[in-house]
């Protein structure tokens, strides 16, 4: 059974930090491509970052040079750490990943930039 649990996000301001962190189980971590998604408040989820098995990193473009994904195969965690946080930033952040064509999503974190 696949799960991926989030921690991190909360309230931040703007220009501050934050961590998310995703814990894998039920798959074979170190083969797949992991991501992290943000569903901005009345918008659609949408792809920030991801991370492939050799480390290889693509970001969309609103979050490059702020935001940084990585992996830890040895615990089966992805992180994302968010830097010069702005408040269109804000959303619910979810790590995905698809596995035997299935995409699984974390439970959801909410990130909220704002003075």
């Known amino acids: 059974q696949v799960r991926l649990v989030q921690s991190g996000g909360g309230l931040v301001q703007p220009g501050g930090s934050l961590r998310l962190s995703c814990a894998a189980s039920?798959?074979?971590?170190?083969?797949?491509?992991m991501d992290w998604n943000l569903q901005a408040p009345g918008k659609q989820r949408e792809l920030v970052a991801r991370i492939d098995s050799r480390g290889g990193t693509n970001y969309t473009d609103s979050v490059k040079g702020r935001f940084t994904i990585s992996r830890d195969n040895a615990r089966n965690m992805v992180y994302l750490q968010m830097n010069n946080l702005k408040p269109e930033d804000t959303g619910v952040y979810y790590c995905?990943?698809?596995?035997?064509?299935?995409?699984?999503w974390g439970q959801g974190t909410q990130v909220t930039v704002s003075s």
């Open positions: 039920g798959i074979t971590f170190k083969i797949h491509t």
């Open positions: 995905g990943v698809d596995r035997a064509g299935r995409r699984f």
